[in-house]
Nanobody, 121 residues
Framework: QVQLVESGGGLVQAGGSLRLSCTAS????????MAWYRQAPGKQRDLVAQ???????KYADSVKGRFSISMDYAKNTVYLQMNSLIPEDTAVYYC???????????????WGQGTQVTVSS
C-alpha cells in the first residue's frame, strides 16, 4: 500500500501563486509517474500535470506556462507550482501515483485525499 499526503492548498487572489506538495510513503517499488489532477464542482477529474520516473513532464493546455511540476525523488515528493492563478483554476486538487507492483503483476494507482484551491476574482 502507498499513502499520499497533500498540502499547500488555500485561498488566493487572481494573479497569485500557490505551491502544492504531495509526499508518498509505504510500499513504493517501481514508480511510473506522479501527477496532479483537479476536479471542479459538477465536473470530471482532469489531469493537470504529470512527471514520470524519467523526469518527463506533460501539462494540460489550460495550465501550460503557468504551472510547473517537479519531483524530489529522494523524498518521494511531487510539487506543483501554480502561478498567475485565475478563478477557473478553483478546484480540489488530487495527487496521483502509479507504480508497477510485481506482487500484483500489474500497474496500480493511488490517490491523495485532495486539497482545495480557491482563486478569488
Amino acid at each position: 500500500q502507498v499513502q499520499l499526503v497533500e498540502s499547500g492548498g488555500g485561498l488566493v487572489q487572481a494573479g497569485g501563486s500557490l505551491r502544492l506538495s504531495c509526499t508518498a510513503s509505504g510500499s513504493i517499488f517501481s514508480l511510473n509517474h506522479m501527477a496532479w489532477y483537479r476536479q471542479a464542482p459538477g465536473k470530471q477529474r482532469d489531469l493537470v500535470a504529470q512527471v514520470t520516473d524519467a523526469g518527463t513532464t506533460k501539462y494540460a493546455d489550460s495550465v501550460k506556462g503557468r504551472f510547473s511540476i517537479s519531483m524530489d525523488y529522494a523524498k518521494n515528493t511531487v510539487y506543483l507550482q501554480m502561478n498567475s492563478l485565475i478563478p477557473e483554476d478553483t478546484a480540489v486538487y488530487y495527487c496521483n501515483l502509479e507504480q508497477y507492483e510485481p506482487w500484483q503483476r500489474r500497474r496500480v494507482e493511488y490517490w491523495g485525499q485532495g486539497t482545495q484551491v480557491t482563486v478569488s476574482s
